[in-house]
Every structure is written in C-alpha cells, then in structure tokens.
C-alpha cells in the first residue's frame, strides 16, 4: 500500500487511517480503515511507524509546516507543488502534500521560492505583452 508508506511520513497510524477513509478507501475485506488495520498494514509491509526514526521525522513535512519554513502561504505552496515546480509528494486526491526539507532546500528550489515570494507566483507568458497606460 504505497499510500500508507508515503502518509507515515508525516501521520500517526489514527490519522492515516482518516485519510483513506475520507478518500473512501476501503480494507482488502470492505471494512473502512481504523488504527489497528493500518498498523496491520504497516506491520506486513515493514513500514515504520511515523516518528520512530528521529531523522526522518523532522525530514519530511506536511504544507503547512513546509510553508512556514519557506516562508510562503500554504495555497502559494500548494500551487507551485500542483505545477510541479517544487517537488512534493500528494499520494490521495483528497490527502496532505508532503515536502521534503532537503528539497526545499536546494538552490534550485530556493531560486523558484524567490521568484513566488517576489512576484507571487505568476509566471510571465513569452508571448505576453505589456500592458503601458
């Protein structure tokens, strides 16, 4: 279950199994998901449990973590991440985006933070001309 691997990133297993739900993912057997099915889960699949590994725990974050380390709104975030200009990871339709700290932190990635924070996201058209009044 690659949703559940990507979501303990960032979730305990109660709020794990609250994202699927509110994606209306259901059990292999039809049931809709508790705590102990994720653990389940996560138990078969060799999954760490979030938080049990201090390194990666404070390596990934949720938008609203990543925005205010960025220092962005989390709709801004959201954008850039929905046009694939920063790298993130949004494993349900109707579930969290996760970033990954060491991302946000390359040069790369800085200079289109800067570009957003600067002109608030637009991206100019080639095409476009200037409008002189």
């Not at 994720?38 to 390194?55: C, F, L, M, Q, W």
């Not at 404070?58 to 929905?82: D, E």
Request: proline residues 6%; charged residues 25%; glycine residues 6%.
């Amino acid at each position: 279950m690659d949703a559940v691997r990507v979501l303990a990133l960032i979730f305990d297993d109660d709020n794990i199994a609250g994202a699927l739900n509110k994606n209306s993912l259901k059990t292999g057997r039809g049931n809709r998901w508790n705590k102990e099915r994720v653990k389940s889960v996560r138990s078969n699949y060799e999954i760490p449990a979030h938080g049990t590994d201090a390194k990666e725990f404070s390596r990934w974050m949720s938008l609203i973590h990543a925005a205010a380390y960025v220092k962005l709104s989390p709709s801004a975030l959201r954008r850039a991440a929905q046009r694939g200009e920063i790298p993130s990871q949004h494993p349900l339709p109707a579930g969290p985006w996760i970033f990954d700290r060491g991302v946000l932190e390359q040069p790369d990635t800085r200079a289109v933070l800067d570009r957003i924070r600067k002109h608030g996201g637009a991206v100019r058209s080639l095409d476009q001309l200037p409008l002189e009044i």
